[in-house]
């Protein structure tokens, strides 16, 4: 274990009755943009801190470069932090915030004046070098705090919601912005957030958390497609939920008995026995809506349901489509790739018929 | 919208007030109190012609090292309360509201009592058979049992006393509006808690800082009841000369020229390092100009 980058070693944390991150083990790679993507008071907050220094597990152990790091205090370690409120020195310019750690560290004074103008000219905010921050915007002020935590190259660079405080517009641009650092810089970036969006786009891997324990930790596109459980499917993007239990198997395939929806035939990956009790997610842009059934060379093994289109969305982009099939309100996403105004639109109250391939929904077991 | 000619007056009715009062009970009194020390006085009391003899007998030579006690001891009293009322300050602004309010209540209880009754029972607690000078004399490394009670020491301990809520009410005030997340930013950055204390927390809460030097400051330079009642023989401040001369010699104008020449040494020192700040301001403006000129150059070259 000693040999990985980052480990955090069976770390458990409580504070007062609650659990906030209950034993949590898991390793970053050197160089990786690692994101704790969570809902609020997940403990996503709890772990960052820990790397931080601010807060001490109760046990378990955190290894950086296989040094055990658990009790060194903030200023010990070579991990920082990009806050939230960003939480620059407001009696300091922008030239002298980012110097903070370097005078600390006592660097010659040419040293610091080159380093300090790189990083400035990295973020492009060299003519604003000598205003304070409170003269500065938002997304100026976010990126001094990341050069400012940059500048002495710690090993990692945790980010705390970095992009919450930020309009939409920003907050995007702020994004490739991270990521153009990120490949610039090449540091460790340990990022948490409660945005998939912002995870998915941003991370080469994601723990997803949630009630202080890790639900999945993979790929971003491994996590849409693959969610390990009910809450990670549900938490990152929309899916629709069928709950029901195993009543048939058959090769790689099983059917699937949800209570008030016929049945549904999906991809037995995990080869679950007949009886067990799952939840099959399948996401809206995997479901097809079509006034005409589907064309005979689907294949008979797809999902077909007559149903009523109850709502549209247009989006412009795509349709979202909310549909009434049996006791369920399905959604789909019909994504426009053809010129819209020559088809025939689907609208309020049509007969429709959605489906899609068994291969196209993801089935976790049900906790009993 | 408000043509500028209407806010100029809108500004002055608001302000007039302020101004009248200013005026009234501080510009008034100060030119009174100089056009008395040119005159002379007469044996009942009053203010006599037109003369520079008040200035004349100004020559006691008791006097410039009486002035120079006042400052020092004023200089200490401000010293001691800050460095006290720092910690204290710090420690309310990080408690929780309930505890804030506790705290800052207690501080501030001692007002509900007369301050002369509260100067008189450290009298009392300062007696030579007290059980603090039994205290001081077990603690006294060099033996010597000195008394506490009228000397300078007793002064400045009262002082410090008097004046201690003055200077934490501002400054925390400043550090209820701090942010402590920047300690903890400096922290992560590589700094010890010493180091972003001085660096983060006291630039931070400048302005409380100065209001509580001034607000400590100033009654100490004019304290005259405290040295009065515990000062004895060995601690007389410019406050108990004042009031000596213009009480028991009855000597308005006397009394008068003792206060301009202790105003006018406060001011002097204070004037000067505000020419001084201003001057350092201005060169670290010009020194910021010519770092931004430089970074521009910099700039340039990397694009060529």
Known sequence: MSNEFLVFDHVTKRFGALTAVNDVSFSVNKGEFFSLLGPSGCGKTTLLRMLGGFEKPDSGRIFLEGKDITGLAPNERRVHTVFQNYALFP????????????????????????????????????????????????????????????????????????????????????????????????????????????????????????????????????????????????????????????????????????????????????????????????????IRVTLAPPPPEKGASINVYPSTVQDIVYQGVYTKYWIKSSDFRIAALKPHSRFLLDQEPITWNDKVFVWWHPDDGYMVEAKQ | MNSPLRTRRAEWLVTAPSFLWLALFFAVPAVIVLAFTFHGHDISGGVGEWSLSTWRELVDPDYPTIIWNTIRISVEVTIWSIVLAVPCAYAIARMNKRWRAIVAGSIMLPFWTSFVVRVFAWKTML?????????????????????????????????????????????????????????????????????????????GIRQGLVSAVLMVFIPAIGSYVIPQMLGGTNCVLIGNKIFMRAIQNRNIPHASALATVMAVSVLIPIGLSMWWKKRQDMRDRQRLEAQTARLFTAGEGAAK
């Open chain 1, 91 to 286: 009696t300091m310019t922008i030239w002298d915030n980012i110097a903070f750690s370097l005078r600390l560290a006592k660097l010659p004074k040419k040293e610091i004046e080159e380093k300090v103008d790189a990083i400035l000219e990295m973020i492009q905010m060299s003519e604003h070098a000598w205003k304070y921050p409170n003269q500065l915007s938002g997304g100026q002020k976010q990126r001094v705090a990341i050069a400012r935590a940059l500048v002495d190259r710690p090993k990692v660079l945790l980010l705390d919601e970095p992009l919450a405080a930020l309009d939409l517009k920003l907050r995007q641009h702020m994004l490739l912005e991270l990521d153009t650092i990120h490949d610039q810089v090449g540091i460790t970036f340990m990022y948490v957030t409660h945005d998939q969006g912002e995870a998915m786009s941003l991370s080469d891997r994601i723990a997803v958390i949630n009630r202080g324990t890790i639900e999945q930790l993979d790929g971003p596109a491994k996590i849409y497609e693959a969610p390990a459980s009910r809450f990670v499917a549900s938490f990152i993007g929309d899916t629709n939920f069928f709950s029901g239990e195993i009543v048939a198997t058959e090769g790689d395939y099983c059917t699937i008995r949800p209570e008030g929806f016929p049945d549904i035939r999906a991809y037995n990956d995990k080869q679950l026995k007949v009886g067990q009790k799952v939840d099959l997610s399948v996401r809206p842009e995997k």
């Open chain 2, 127 to 203: 007696h030579p058979d007290g059980w603090l000078q039994a205290c001081y004399n077990f603690l006294s490394i060099s033996g010597e049992h000195s008394t506490i009670l009228d000397s300078e020491t007793a002064v400045v301990l009262v002082s410090v006393y008097s004046f201690l809520p003055f200077a934490i009410m501002p400054i925390y005030t400043a550090a209820e509006k701090f942010d402590f997340s920047l300690l903890e930013a400096a922290r992560d950055l590589g700094a010890k808690n010493f180091y972003a204390f001085r660096k983060i927390f006291l630039p």
